[in-house]
């Protein structure tokens, strides 16, 4: 080897162990209504960072508890505002990190086509055994979805019909299965880049329910974790804008 293609060798080598150093490993506990488009923005980001996003997908209630059980996570993108502010304000989010990264919307879906009218008045006729929903006390769109029941004074009528998931994900999973006819669920498990999925749908007017202003919030965890640092500036990225407004969210 002549000592030109040697010395290119070494720089090379030494250039790959910098990056390999560089990288790092951020974990995210992620809202389960997010859990679409953020398996594909883990993948962009460690294809443009090096950077590798270990997700975790749940309710953003019991996210809250377990962060303050010490679980090991460096970021939080919840289903709502209220928790990351809540954990900032406890000490167990990093002061001036907080910033919404979406707006959902509710969408009352069925895998069955024409059941869902476009103005909910299935839930009126009460032609259904069951209507999923994610449990209010845990998950910000089964909060949404009570108040879309109580704005249309249908409450009392169709509570004998719930079936509750913990989280969006398992509500959903009512729906596609068939255990529910149809159920609240996130518009971006039934809709992605300008598609909807089989079936029929209504997107609940944003009026009827409290924002579902979701926030994300650097966690005292990562706060010397160059990943986390870098997948929160990742997020308001015009690339990532762009894809989350793919799968319905509003920024």
């Known amino acids: 080897m002549s000592l030109m293609k040697l010395l290119l060798a070494l720089m090379l080598t030494t250039a790959l162990g910098l990056g390999a150093a560089r990288a790092a490993e951020v974990r995210v506990a992620v809202a389960a209504n997010f859990a679409a488009p953020m398996q594909t ?3 962009s980001f460690e294809q443009d960072t090096g950077h590798q996003a270990v997700l975790s997908l749940g309710s953003t209630g019991n996210f809250y508890a377990q962060i303050k059980h010490g679980a090991p996570f460096d970021v939080l993108l919840a289903a709502d505002d209220d928790t ?12 001036g990190t907080r910033f919404t990264y979406a707006t959902g919307r509710l969408v009352l879906w069925s895998k069955q086509p024409g059941l869902v009218d476009d103005q909910g ?37 169709v509570q004998s019909k719930w079936v509750q998931g913990d989280n969006i994900a398992q509500t959903f999973q009512f729906v596609a299965t068939g255990n529910a006819e149809l ?3 996130a518009q971006s498990q039934v809709y992605a880049q300008g598609k ?4 029929s749908a209504w997107v609940v007017p944003s009026a009827w329910h409290s ?11 990562g706060q010397h974790n160059p990943a986390a640092h ?8 015009e690339k990532a804008k762009a894809l989350i407004r793919g799968f319905g969210y509003e920024l």
């Open 183 to 185: 159920g609240f669920v």
């Open 84 to 95: 990351p502010l809540k954990l900032e304000r406890e000490g167990w989010g990093v002061l």
């Open 41 to 43: 923005l883990a993948q």
């Open 211 to 221: 924002p579902i202003q979701q926030d994300a919030l650097l966690l005292s965890r």
């Open 196 to 199: 909807w999925l089989a079936g």
């Open 121 to 157: 008045a299935v839930l009126r006729r009460g032609t259904f055994q069951r209507l999923a929903m994610a449990n209010p006390k845990l998950a910000p769109y089964g909060a949404a979805a009570l108040e879309t029941l109580q704005k249309m004074g249908l409450l009392q009528t």
């Open 230 to 237: 870098a997948l929160l500036a990742y997020l308001r990225s």
